[in-house]
C-alpha cells in the first residue's frame, strides 16, 4: 500500500502538466491562427505609425525614442514568430506540444504592444533639434556697430568672466540675425562647447513648453505626465550631461529662476554659457546678464543695406534721384528689418511717380500709429498696403494663423488659399497651385515672408510682421488666433463673434469643448484645431451655425465619431481628418456638393462614408486607412474632377473597383494605391 501511495503521489504532480501537454499539442493549429491574426492587427498598426511617421518625417519632425524602441520590439517579435512557424511545420511531436506554450507567450506579447500602439498619445516631436544646427541667415549683417556687438558677444563667450549674455533691443533691430551668425560660428570655428542649444521662446512665457522645447533641442523627451518640478529635475540632468554648453533663448518676454525650468546655472566653474535676445532691457537685468544694446543704424549703414536688398542698380536710373532714395531710407528710421521689408516693396520700381508714392504712404502709415513698436508696425504696415491687391493681401493675412515661427508647408498653405476662394482666375487644378506658388514667391520677393533653411517645400514668418499681422486681423478682417500657446481650455462663447472670419486654435492642448456650444459665426470661413491630441469629442450642434465655413481641419485629434452637423455645411471645400486615429464614423457628405479636398488618412474607418458619390467637384480624395476593407463599385467614376488619388484597397475590394481606379489612374496627377491582394496591383499595371 504504501507503494501504491508514493504512485498516487507522483501522479498527482504529472499528470496535470501531462494534461496540459497534451492540450497545448492538440490547440496549436488554432493557437497558431490566433497569433496570425494578432500579429495581423499588431502590423496594419505598425504599418499605419510609419505611414504617419514618413509624413511628419516630410516636416521636419522625428520620431519620439518610445515610438523607435515600440518599432523595433514589434520586428523582433515578427521574426520570433517566423521562427516559432517554422518549428511548427516540421511537425515533431513533442516539440509540437512545447510549442503551444510558446505560442500562447507570443500572442500575448504582442498583444500587449498593441495596447502600447493605441496608447501614444504622439508619435514625432514636434519640431527638429536646433542643437548642433547650422540656422539660415538670409540677412547679412549690416553696419559697423552690429559686426562690432558680434565680436564683443564671441569675446564673452569664449571668455572666463562673463556667464550670461543679454543681448537686447527694439523689434526689428537685428537681435535674432545676430545671434544665428554667433550660433553658427560656434558650430563652425571652436570646440570649446560641447554643445550648442537654440531655443525660440516667445510670447506668452509657458515654461513647461519652454521645458520641453529645450528637452527636444537636446534630442530627450520629457513625460508630459510629469509636474514641472519632477520635469526640471529631469531636464537639469540632461543638461549637466553635456557639461560645457551654450543656451541661447531667443526672443524671451518675461524673465523666470533658471532652476524652475531646470538650467543649470552658469558659472566660470562648470564652463556653461547663456545668452537671451529680448526687447527689454529690464529682462537682461532680471536674468543677471550683461546687457549688450543693439543700436539702430546709421543713415549711411542704412542706405547701404537699402541698396543691398533693391538692387544697386536703382542708382542708374535717371528718373530717379538720391534724394527720393534717400527720403525713402530715412523713413525706415534705421531698423533693418523694415529697411529691407520696404527694399523689398520698392524692388523693380523705376518711376519716380511711385517712389513719390510709396514715400507719402510710408509717412502716413508711421503717422497713424503712436509709440515706439507701433511705429515701427507702422513701417511694417506699409509693405502690407503694397500689397494692393486684396486677395494677395489676404493670402499674406492667412499665413498669422499659423503659430509663431512655424515652417508652414507650402502645399498645404496653397491648399488653403484655393478653399478659400483667394485663386480663382484659374480653373484647372495645376493651374491654380501655380498661381500659388507665384503668390508665395511674390510674398518672399518682397520680405513678408521667409524662405525656410532649405528653401524647399516651407516658409516662415518673421514674429514681428506676423505680431503686425494679427493686428490687421484684430478687427477687420477678424481673426481669433490662438495656435500653439498650449491652449487648454475652449476660447468661451463669448470670444466667438458672429464677425468672426478665421480662427486658429492648432497645436494646443485643448481636451474639451463645452457640450452646449454652439458658437453663432455665419461668416466664419476657416477653422484649424489639428494637433490637439486630447480632444476626444466635437458636440453635436458645434457646427450648426457656421453654414459659412470652407476649410475645417481636425486632423490628429482623438474624435472617434464627426457630429452630423457637418452634414449641412453645404460651402465646406476642405474636410482634413488625417490621423485621426480613433475616428470611425463620419456622417453623410452627400450635401457637401462644393467640397474639393477630402483626406481621411490614417483614420479608423471601416466603411467609405455616405454619399461620397455625389461629390463631384472633388480634386483631392485620400483614402488611406488601413481598416477600409472594402470601396464600393461605382463611386471612383463619378468622381470627375479628381486631380489626386490615394487609396488603401482592403482585402474585400471587389475586382471592379480596382478597374474603375485603374482606368481613372491614367488622368490623374498624383495616384498612389496600396494592394491588400497582389493580383489587385497586375490589374493596375
Known sequence: MESIGKILEILKYTVPPIRQYGHNHRKLKETMKNLERVLQELNSQKEDIEATLKLEGDQGKRPRSEVNNWLQNVQRINSEAQGIEQEVNKGKYFSRARLGKVVEEKIAEAAEYHQKGCSFTSLAIDAPPTSGLILPTTTALAGENTRKIMEKIWEDLLGDKVSKIGVWGMGGIGKTTIMRHINNRLQQETNKFNDVIWVTVSQPLNLIKLQKEIAIALNQNLPATENKERRAGMLLRMLEAKERFVLILDDMWEAFALEEIGIPEPSKENGCKLVVTTRSLGVCRSMGCKEIGVELLSQEEALSLFLNKVGRSILQVPTLSEEIINSVVEECAGIPLVIVTVAGCMRGVDEIHEWRNAL??????????????????????????????????????????????????????????????????????????????????????????????????????????????????????????????????????????????????MGNEIQEIPSNMSPHCDILSTLLLQNNRNLPRIPDRFFVRMHGLRILNLSYTKIKVLPNSVSDLRNLRSLVLRYCRRLERVPSLAKLLALQYLDLEGTNIKEVPEGMEMLENLSHLNLYSLWLNKFPVGILPRLCNLYSLRLYLGSETLRETVEEAARLSNRLDTFHATFSKPNDFNIIC
Open 360 to 505: 507719402n504712404e510710408l509717412r502716413g502709415c508711421i503717422r497713424s500709429l503712436n509709440g515706439v513698436d507701433s511705429e515701427v508696425f507702422g513701417r511694417l504696415h506699409f509693405s502690407y498696403h503694397r500689397l494692393k491687391d486684396k486677395k494677395v493681401q489676404q493670402c499674406f493675412l492667412y499665413c498669422a494663423l499659423y503659430p509663431e515661427d512655424y515652417r508652414i508647408p507650402k502645399d498645404e498653405l496653397i491648399g488653403y488659399w484655393i478653399a478659400e476662394g483667394f485663386i480663382e482666375e484659374v480653373n484647372n487644378v495645376q493651374e491654380k497651385y501655380d498661381r500659388g506658388l507665384t503668390l508665395l514667391n511674390r510674398l518672399v520677393n518682397c520680405c513678408s515672408l521667409e524662405s525656410d533653411i532649405d528653401g524647399g517645400g516651407f516658409v516662415r514668418m518673421h514674429d514681428l510682421i506676423r505680431d503686425m499681422a494679427l493686428r490687421i486681423t484684430s478687427d477687420s478682417p477678424l481673426f481669433m488666433v490662438k495656435a500653439g500657446v498650449c491652449l487648454l481650455e475652449f476660447p468661451s462663447e463669448q470670444e466667438w463673434k458672429e464677425n468672426l472670419e478665421r480662427v486658429s486654435l
